[in-house]
């Protein structure tokens, strides 16, 4: 006799009467591949010859995808990333328009950015475990969809409540990627390689927001009136909607082999085929827990996820304030337009490009050959931190040298430059942390990915609504050096979990090592 956890994700069925132990995670394993091992391998005693499962070489499980066709697919998947956090900071460069338009004060213009970034906290509370129940295709398809008509409010709204309300829900739908393209990688990357589809992965996040102003900042300067920043917005969203249309298949494994088992029961005429997503019968409210709750829940018992989840919302807080203190440096400071106050965010993107390149040329071979020491079976994820050992200490750093460059009578060019460790920090420290959040949480990463968006969204949202009043009392000077002294008493934390880890992982009760 059967019985079923009510978790979000994978169903894993045990006997009642035998249970037998899992196997270690194979090498050849993904996310989703794992949880369904773990229904082939700790079922019941004697298997369910009904049971739909992936067979060895199956071209329609996700991982035996040819290399085209994954690569086509995380492509999308890191485009709709993009286009998300282009979309949070692109009003920053026709922020002066807004508020002519409008009648907007520097406080409530603010928000233009701070409520897009409040709707990727909104978001992720339902897109990354409704992609654990209904599958990763829909759950990009429908918010991308809304999210095209949000871009379309916000060029045509006629007062200052529809421009905020729009810009609101914007990032709402925007927040779907956010938590979404990560499980797809997940879904068709195997473990082997996902830290370098990650390398390319995790500097959207932060060259989005660092391009948007250089756009906005262009058109301004150019005397485009600030609706053709949303109508550009509309038109890329769309574009990258019809992408989603033809170039994104489902990757859920779970919701696949539904789908087979359903084909199955059609084609033979025996309705005995099942799959284990099918098997799930959970109760209204117990739905609505599930999809809600888990990510919440997973912050509040998981010590590894609270520690990371705040270190990396404080750096994502950060980056948000620079959109509010660039300009108190740069426009105020030395006197720049809008387009060359947004080319002072230039050395952020390319300090990000420089650290997939340290990454895919460095990192990741040491990566590797812990791949083959361990074989067959995956070194364990503290493995991944290595990255982000280099970022905890750039971090600081950047802050510092931003800091303390910023009088105006120094070269524009150092406080600048400041950039380029602060980007190539930040990408660092989120590979490591990412590539380590997935590989503890497996079959739950969609959930706890969307809790560590959640809280970073909020620092995102909050941080640029006191930047100004912060730079301006404490100058920037001192207001940089706070920044650094807080990152200096965070940056231990990926040397903490790369010796601490495997205890604190005994103790979960939400990884499956």
């Known amino acids: 006799m059967q019985h079923q956890d009510l978790e979000v994700g994978v169903p894993v069925f045990r006997s009642q009467e035998k249970k037998q132990e899992a196997r270690p995670r194979s090498i050849d394993d993904g996310d989703t591949k794992e949880s369904l091992n773990l229904v082939k391998e700790e079922s019941i005693s004697e298997p369910d010859q009904y049971l739909v499962v992936f067979e060895k070489d199956d ?15 995380t492509g999308v998947a890191i485009l709709l990333i993009f286009n998300s956090t282009v979309a949070s900071s692109i009003p920053s460069g026709v922020i002066g328009q807004l508020q002519a338009h409008f009648g907007l004060s520097s406080e409530v213009s603010a928000l233009a950015i701070a409520l897009f970034v409040l709707g990727f906290l909104i978001g992720p509370i339902l897109w990354g475990p409704l992609s654990e129940h209904y599958g990763r295709r829909p759950i990009s398809l429908i918010p991308l969809t809304l999210f095209v008509g949000t871009q379309i409010g916000c060029a045509l709204s006629p007062n200052t409540a529809a421009f905020l309300i729009f810009r609101l829900l914007g990032g709402i739908f925007a927040a779907s990627p956010l938590s979404n393209s990560g499980a ?6 195997t473990p082997a390689m996902r830290g370098q589809v990650m390398a390319v992965f995790t500097v959207c996040p932060f060259a989005g927001p660092a391009v948007a102003p250089i756009i906005s900042g ?9 609706v053709w920043v949303f109508w550009f917005q509309t038109i890329f969203a769309g574009f990258c909607l019809f992408l989603t249309v033809v170039a994104q298949p489902e990757t859920y494994a779970p919701l696949l082999l539904a789908h087979k088992a359903e084909r199955m029961r059609k084609e033979t005429g025996d309705d005995r085929w099942w799959a284990p997503l099918e098997k ?38 950060v980056v948000y304030l620079l959109f509010e203190a660039y300009p108190i440096v740069f426009t105020v400071g030395h006197n720049f337009n809008n387009l060359v106050s947004g080319l002072m965010f230039v050395p952020i993107p390319v300090g990000g490009v420089a650290a997939c390149v340290f990454y895919i040329v460095y990192i990741d071979p ?32 950047s802050f510092l040298w931003f800091a303390w460059t910023s009088f105006p009578s120094i070269s524009y060019w150092a406080p600048m430059m400041a950039g380029f460790p602060l980007g190539m920090g ?26 560590t968006i959640i809280v970073r969204s909020l620092f995102g949202a909050v941080f640029p609504l006191f930047a100004n009043q912060m730079f301006e009392k404490l100058n920037a000077r001192w207001a940089g050096t706070l920044l650094g002294l807080v990152a200096v008493v965070m940056a231990p934390i990926p040397f903490i979990l790369h010796r601490f880890g495997p205890a604190l992982r005994a103790r979960s009760k939400a990884n499956r090592h």
Do not use: C
């Not at 262009?218 to 600030?226: E, R, S």
């Not at 070194?379 to 990255?387: D, I």
């Open 59 to 73: 071209p329609a499980d996700p991982l035996n995808w040819s290399f085209m066709k994954k690569f086509i697919v």
């Open 184 to 189: 797809v990688m997940s879904d068709v990357v």
């Open 218 to 226: 262009w058109m301004d300067v150019a005397g485009v009136n600030w």
């Open 280 to 317: 799930q019968q959970l109760s209204f409210l117990n739905r609505v827990k599930a999809i809600l709750g888990r990510p919440f829940v997973l912050l509040a018992t998981e010590p590894m996820l609270t520690a990371i989840t705040f270190y990396m919302s404080f750096i994502y807080g």
């Open 366 to 397: 040491i990566y590797q050959v812990a791949i083959r020491e361990h074989h067959p079976n995956l070194p364990p994820p503290e493995h991944r931190l290595h990255a982000g050992f280099y970022g905890a200490i750039m971090l600081p750093i």
């Open 426 to 451: 930040v990408v660092l420290l989120y590979l490591g942390l990412f590539s380590y959040l997935i590989d503890v949480y497996l079959a739950s990463a969609a959930s706890a990915l969307a809790s």
